[in-house]
């Protein structure tokens, strides 16, 4: 068997050794192209998502174009749907972005194929 490469491959040579390899197990295929590490006992540990990661980016399909991020939930898209129920749902993320908390009030305002929500400052109604 060829010897193990040190550093992962990408782009097009990741490319051709995948299509190389294509008769091998997917495990062995990320092996080969470098997307393995050594744990102390000396075991041979395969990196699959940063394997399949570096195919799709070498492809062109980039999984993560602005940078990296955390790995929890999905990231903000401003952009939603209505649900079934009628409601629209305005994710943690742009609550947190915005830095609002629990029991801040809005006021809704309709308008031709839009909605604005004001928020509302509480110091407004104190004496």
Known sequence: MSELPTTPLT???????V???SHLPRRE??????YYTITKNDQTRVN??????AVLAAKGIPLDPEGVK??????PTYRVSVH???QIVIG????QEMGLKPGDEFEIKLGYKHIQLKQVDLSDFED
């Open 11 to 17: 782009g097009k040579a990741l490319l051709a050794k």
């Open 19 to 21: 299509k190389e390899s």
């Open 29 to 34: 295929t990320a092996k080969q192209c470098g």
């Open 48 to 53: 699959l998502t940063d394997f399949y990661d």
């Open 70 to 75: 955390d790995g929890r939930g999905r990231e």
């Open 84 to 86: 079934k129920n009628g």
């Open 92 to 95: 943690s993320t742009y609550t």
